[in-house]
């Protein structure tokens, strides 16, 4: 069967629905599955994205955290070992009333 189909102006064709599509990733299109203007159904792969990009992105994401996990552990270390030598000096000092129970002693 055939359709003729004659426009006059001001006539328009408006799409049935509209659908706004976004990723979750960027990258460079590896492949496409789908043409434009074609029907796609809820969940179908329309595109494949390059992974070489994404993996490297990935990887230096990784090595960040483990130097921000290094560099959480190292302040870690420096504040506990500076809270020993602040106690030290308080203990030492020749001025010093203070006293930390079980620590060090008053000196006279």
């Known amino acids: 069967m055939t359709w003729r189909v004659w426009l006059w102006p ?25 043409d434009y203007g074609e029907r796609v159904k809820q969940g179908q792969l ?9 993996e490297a992105a990935q990887r230096a994401s990784r090595a960040n955290l483990q130097a921000a ?20 000096l308080m203990c030492r000092s020749s001025n010093s009333i203070w006293s930390a129970p079980n620590r060090c002693t008053k000196t006279a």
């Open 69 to 88: 996990e290094a560099a959480l552990d190292s302040s870690k270390a420096t504040l506990e070992r500076n809270k020993v030598d602040a106690e030290g």
């Open 10 to 34: 001001p006539a328009r064709f408006q799409p049935l629905s509209k659908v706004e599509i976004k990723s979750k990733a960027s990258g460079i299109v590896k492949k496409l599955y789908v």
């Open 46 to 54: 329309l595109a494949e994205l390059d992974k070489v990009q994404l």
